[in-house]
C-alpha cells in the first residue's frame, strides 16, 4: 500500500506538497484533474497489470479502495 501511494502521488501536479494516506479520499484531493485521471490508468496498467476505467476510479472512494479494487483485479 506504501508504494502504490507513493506512486499515486507522483502523478499528482506537485507531489511534495501533499500528504495522503490510505485514508484519503480521492475526489477530496485538490490537485486531482482528468490529466491525474489517465496518468493513474497508466501507472496501474504499468505497476499492477489491470486496466481501469473512469468508473472504477470513481467508484472507489477512498485510496485504499482503489487499492483494493485493483489488488482484486490482478
Known sequence: MNDFIENFKEILDEPE??????KTIIK???EWDSLSNLSLMAMVDSDY????NADDIKNSHTLLDL??????KQ
Open 67 to 72: 487499492f483494493n479494487f485493483i489488488k482484486s
Open 28 to 30: 477530496d484531493i485538490d
Open 17 to 22: 506538497a501533499i500528504s495522503l494516506s490510505s
Open 49 to 52: 497489470n489491470v486496466k481501469l
